[in-house]
């Protein structure tokens, strides 16, 4: 069964760079066949795409974060993390990484997510 | 404001059917498939429907969804308590080229 947990610094200043790690089990960040992401969602509020990248080598970032934003893919720990720079309040909001297929809205694992908090 | 328009609400008895609705465009909904998300109350997101009208393994039949056009809508037939959640619609938009998500539909069971 496929498990995926975020891990990283549930606080962060203003200004500094946010960085997750979304560890995976029973199943491989290397596969081909599969994409794997992010998608945060601030208290109370919806769900955001953040990026997506395959193995394979295609990275997709949302345009509104693209600036900011960069995921990276460690095949030896079967990891991949998220940078997101420059953080306000705006970007606090629980994160989570999931495991989604090409150009699809279609995510079937998901991490239970954690809380990062923008504060100085 | 999110690229699909979910009500924000919807409520129901036990035992009653409810919809909630989707709505986006031709460069959504209108090209591609949609996806339903059930998110209880603390946890993730869970897929509820995939590719427009069809459910996982394990999604009870009381949970169907269809799509036409530009709109997508979610059934939940014989309402139970534990259906108590928000539920979101997403769908691959060609012009973002990447998922978008509805605003999320809070379903109280009365």
């Known amino acids: 069964q496929l498990q995926l947990q975020e891990s990283g610094p549930g606080l962060v200043k203003p200004s500094e760079t946010l960085s997750l790690t979304c560890s995976v089990s029973g199943g491989s960040v290397s596969s081909r066949s599969y994409y794997w992401g992010w998608i945060r969602q601030p208290p109370g509020k919806g769900l955001e795409w953040i990026g997506t990248?395959?193995?394979?080598?295609?990275?997709y970032y949302n345009p509104s974060l693209k600036s900011r934003v960069t995921i990276s893919v460690d095949t030896s720990k079967n990891q991949f993390s998220l940078k997101l720079s420059s953080v306000t309040a705006a970007d606090t909001a629980v994160y989570y990484c999931?495991?989604?297929?090409?150009?699809?809205?279609?995510?079937?694992?998901w991490g239970q997510g954690t809380l990062v908090t923008v504060s100085s | 404001q999110s690229v699909l328009t979910q009500p924000s609400s919807a409520s129901g008895t036990p035992g009653q059917r409810v919809t909630i609705s989707c709505s986006g465009s031709s460069s959504n909904i209108g090209s591609n498939a949609v996806n339903w998300y059930q998110q209880l109350p603390g946890t993730a997101p869970k897929l509820l429907i995939y590719?427009?009208?069809q459910r996982p393994s394990g999604v009870p039949d009381r949970f169907s969804a269809s799509k036409s056009g530009t709109s997508a809508s979610l059934a939940i037939s014989g309402l139970q308590s534990e259906d108590e959640a928000d539920y979101y619609c997403?769908?691959?938009?060609?012009?973002?080229?990447?998922?978008?998500f509805g605003g999320g539909t809070k379903l109280t069971v009365l």
């Open positions: 990248f395959s193995y394979a080598g295609s990275t």
């Open positions: 999931g495991r989604t297929a090409y150009r699809s809205s279609l995510w079937d694992y």
């Open positions: 590719t427009n009208d």
């Open positions: 997403a769908a691959w938009d060609d012009s973002l080229n990447g998922p978008v």
